[in-house]
């Protein structure tokens, strides 16, 4: 069974920078991945999503400003995220794109950025 393991979440202030990850156990690579995220008392949203072609697609809120990208290598993909917002304040989540079967969701990592 597909684990994942979100990583890198912490406390930035407005304008800021940071970059998450998540890493696949018991996957050979990504094909298809996405990230995700739900603010508190809102539904799970897409953030954005790359497929084995390297392709990516991004959520018109976050387009211009975060970049997703994978190492197979290592199994992982990350989300780098350049000018942040308050509203971009959430616990972000990988998984399978809209569409694809999903994996278990993973712990999450908090993203919270202060005005």
């Known amino acids: 069974q597909v684990q994942l393991v979100e990583s890198g979440g912490g406390l930035v202030q407005a304008g800021g920078s940071l970059r998450i990850s998540c890493k696949a156990q018991a996957i050979s690579k990504f094909r298809n991945i996405a990230w995700y995220r739900q603010a508190p008392g809102k539904e799970r949203d897409f953030v954005a999503s790359i497929t084995n072609e390297n392709i990516p697609s991004y959520a018109d809120s976050v387009k211009g400003r975060f970049t997703i990208s994978i190492d197979n290598s290592l199994r992982t993909v990350y989300l780098e995220m350049n000018g942040l917002k308050p509203e971009d304040t959430a616990t972000y989540y990988c998984?399978?794109?809209?569409?694809?079967?999903?994996?278990?969701w993973g712990p999450g990592t908090q993203v919270i950025v202060s005005a």
């Open positions: 998984n399978a794109p809209p569409g694809f079967d999903l994996y278990v």
